[in-house]
């Protein structure tokens, strides 16, 4: 059901196909002014929680199955928790930064102690 534009509607390029070109081509070349691309996820990125305590410590966790630990200033990994039977869709810090709870789409459950990350309770 596609409406027909009206000659009034339809604006001529005097520079005609490659001045279209050109705008297409601007447009496509948006402005990337991030500062940090954390591109080790394989898929989308479902959760992510910053340490309340730890000012360069974040958390990650997605589609891929994985969660991660790392720097939001560098990148740098610290920590890569896998074995895991779904998308990560939950990933959290506790109150006080002394634990973290990380949940996948099958309904496993763990909770890690920071530092080290040594598991200290699991439910699946």
Not at 10 to 19: A, F, I, N, R
Not at 44 to 64: A, I, K, T
């Amino acid at each position: 059901n596609e409406e027909e534009m009206s000659d009034e509607e339809l604006v001529e390029l005097p520079g005609g196909v490659d001045q279209l070109e050109a705008i297409v081509e601007n447009i496509n070349k948006a402005e990337d002014n991030s500062k940090l691309v954390f591109q080790n996820h394989g898929k989308s990125v479902f959760c992510c929680s910053f340490h309340p305590e730890v000012e360069d410590l974040v958390v990650s966790g997605g589609e891929d199955d994985l969660a991660y630990i790392w720097n939001p200033s560098t990148g740098e990994v610290s920590k890569k928790f896998d074995g895991w039977k779904d998308s990560i869709n939950n990933a959290i810090w506790s109150r006080d930064g002394q634990h973290l709870a990380l949940c996948d789409m099958a309904g496993t459950i763990k909770v890690f102690k920071y530092p080290g990350y040594a598991e200290e309770w699991s439910f699946e």
